[in-house]
């Protein structure tokens, strides 16, 4: 079983930056891909990043621009660097890492999810 830690959070005003790290308990970005995801009270899961293993990306059309994700494979840890924040951006962010769940586009490592609040 593999273990990811996510860094606090944090209350942020609009336009600043914030720099998130999710922490693996042991070498997997290497062997597989990463994600990022946030949700808000009564809403969905929403998809924001996808790191392949080969380091290609795709980012969210909301976050696109604006958020960068990259990964440190030696520290196993994956990055999530936000800048321009806005309040819509306001959410529990979770790490998503490993193989990939079956027929799920999830992942089979979650991390524990932390608050991101953005103020206007």
């Known amino acids: 079983q593999v273990q990811l830690v996510e860094s606090w959070g944090g209350l942020v005003q609009t336009g600043q930056s914030l720099r998130r790290s999710c922490e693996a308990s042991r070498s997997i970005f290497s062997r597989y891909g990463a994600d990022w995801y946030r949700q808000t009270p009564g809403n969905q899961r929403e998809w924001v990043v996808s790191l392949a293993v080969g380091g290609a990306t795709v980012y969210a059309d909301s976050v696109k621009g604006r958020f960068a994700i990259s990964r440190d494979s030696a520290k196993n840890t994956v990055y999530l660097q936000m800048n321009s924040l806005k309040p819509e951006d306001t959410a529990v962010y979770f790490c998503?890492?490993?193989?990939?769940?079956?027929?799920?586009?999830?992942?089979?490592?979650w991390g524990q999810g932390t608050q991101v609040t953005v103020s206007s």
């Open positions: 998503n890492a490993g193989p990939l769940e079956g027929a799920s586009d999830y992942r089979k490592y």
